[in-house]
């Protein structure tokens, strides 16, 4: 299939493709340059049309905290359920606006990494996701409420360690 846009613009931070098109086999960009000439190249082939449309790559949130649900005016209401509820809604807001990775930089514990999961087995459809599950801050710290209380050094690489061995990234 073809995707043919006012304009592509493709990643490398300088060039923009006007009346551009990319072409997408079982759901990947397989070759990308003016429409013109990709309707030549793959004859035959369905072009879908987005005039005054832009095509960019993904989007990526570097900073995500996707369960944050304590600033809600339902917040005494959340549980482990609507709380993993809460992030799966998130994760599909971000996808459908662009974002295509995020960095998830503290949500509950293993709630990141079970998200990846649910994503692996087809039950849930979401951006990439990188976590690195709890935060950890220092006793009393920024995040206290949500985060593994850790003084010192070897206090931090132990829970560091924790986070890896449940498969933060």
Not at 83 to 91: G, L, P, S, T
Not at 151 to 161: F, L, Q, T
């Amino acid at each position: 299939m073809i995707l043919a846009a006012e304009r592509v613009i493709t990643g490398d931070g300088k060039t923009v493709i006007d009346n551009g098109a990319v072409y997408v086999v079982d759901g990947k960009i397989t070759d990308v340059g003016e429409a013109s000439k990709l309707r030549e190249k793959y004859l035959g082939e369905e072009v879908k049309e987005y005039p005054g449309a832009t095509i960019l790559p993904g989007l990526i949130d570097m900073h995500v905290h996707a369960a944050f649900w304590r600033s809600h005016s339902d917040a005494p209401y959340f549980n482990d359920f609507k709380i993993a509820y809460f992030a799966a809604d998130y994760a599909k807001r971000a996808l459908a606006s662009g974002v295509t990775t995020f960095r998830d930089v503290s949500s509950p514990q293993n709630l990141c990494v079970s998200l990846n999961y649910a994503v692996s087995q087809g039950y849930l459809i979401a951006p990439r996701i990188i976590t690195t599950d709890s935060a950890l801050c220092f006793t009393g710290g920024h995040g206290w409420i949500s985060s593994i209380e850790v003084d010192g050094p070897w206090a931090i690489r132990a829970a560091i360690r924790d986070n890896i061995k449940r498969g933060a990234h």
